[in-house]
């Protein structure tokens, strides 16, 4: 049986390569297959996003080789971010309650 953390970085990992190879490369992300993985996996996050070009902006900060894809260590770093981003805002939100 998996630990709680061991069964996140499996889960992480099933749905970078879920969405992976579909247009091409079995191990990197298109730009089309990003799109798809943010909606169908971070669909709340997108729908604040006013900026109508997010995931153009996304794949242009994750993309740090240039090659036009993102590859499983690039997309590492979307994850990294996204969870620091909640983890500050749940921290804030519990000072704001009086529960930190």
Known sequence: MLSKLEGAMDAIIKVF???SGKEGDKYTLTKCELKDLLKGELGAFLKFQKDSHTVDSIMRDLD???DGQVDFQEFIHLVTAITIAC???F???LKKQGKL
Do not use: A, T, V
Request: without cysteine; charged residues 15%; negative net charge.
């Open 17 to 19: 390569y879920y969405y």
């Open 91 to 93: 921290i804030e939100l």
């Open 64 to 66: 740090m080789n240039g």
């Open 87 to 89: 983890n500050d805002f």
